[in-house]
Every structure is written in structure tokens, then in C-alpha cells.
């Protein structure tokens, strides 16, 4: 069992930066360190459904969606069990609460499929314009 805990989220205007980052705490032993263990960014906001931002995977592997592609990157410090989301460029529709999310199952080990098992609480982002 894990527990991600997103921070950073806050207001900015138009144009200007954030990054998120996501704590990975595991209670109870996984079958491989969680750093190898796919993750990522979803992203939603009142009235849609959940979009996905951006994946890692355990060879550094990364994907992002469309509409943040050049503007966001994300990374994985494994010496401190913590993955973040660069957001720069920031957008009125960046507007969101952003989730991190993991699959810490066999499919998540490796590569991401587009499934995961363990979400965390989510961190506010709001851009003004």
C-alpha cells in the first residue's frame, strides 16, 4: 500500500510558473522500489471528467498530453520518494485540481498502461489572466 501527498498548487497569473510535487510513502512493501513503478499527472476540473497530464515510467520514459507539451515536464527524485510537475507557460485552462496517481501492481511495474491503482487527494492550481 502507498500514500501520495500532492503540495505546491496555488494561484498565479497568466504566464507564470508552479511546480507540484507528489510524496510517495510506501506502508507496506511493494515487490520492487516505487521508483520503478509507473506514475503520473491527471488533472480535472468541475463538470469533466479526469484528464491525464503527463506519465513516467521506470526507464524515464515520459508522455504529456497535448495541451501542455513544451510547458510541463515531469520528474522523479528517488532519493526523496517524490515526483513533481514543472508547469511553466501557465494558461487560464491549466486551471485544475491535479492529482498524482501510481500503479504500483505488476502492469505498473515497467511501463505505464494507462491504469493506476493509488491516488492522491489532489493540489489546486488557479491561473488568472
Known amino acids: 500500500q502507498v500514500h501520495l501527498v500532492e503540495s505546491g498548487g496555488g494561484s498565479v497569473q497568466a504566464g507564470g510558473s508552479l511546480r507540484l510535487s507528489c510524496v510517495v510513502s510506501v506502508v507496506q512493501p511493494l515487490d520492487a522500489p516505487a521508483s520503478e513503478y509507473c506514475m503520473a499527472w491527471y488533472r480535472q476540473t468541475p463538470g469533466k471528467e479526469r484528464e491525464g497530464v503527463a506519465t513516467l515510467d521506470r526507464y524515464g520514459y515520459t508522455t504529456y498530453a497535448d495541451s501542455v507539451t513544451a510547458r510541463f515536464t515531469i520528474s522523479r527524485d528517488n532519493a526523496k520518494n517524490t515526483l513533481y510537475l514543472e508547469m511553466s507557460g501557465l494558461k487560464g485552462e491549466d486551471t485544475a485540481l491535479y492529482y498524482c496517481?501510481?500503479?504500483?501492481?505488476?502492469?505498473?511495474?515497467?511501463?505505464?498502461?494507462?491504469?493506476?491503482?493509488?491516488w492522491g487527494q489532489g493540489t489546486q492550481v488557479t491561473v488568472s489572466s
Open positions: 496517481a501510481g500503479d504500483f501492481s505488476w502492469r505498473g511495474y515497467g511501463s505505464c498502461r494507462g491504469e493506476f491503482n493509488t
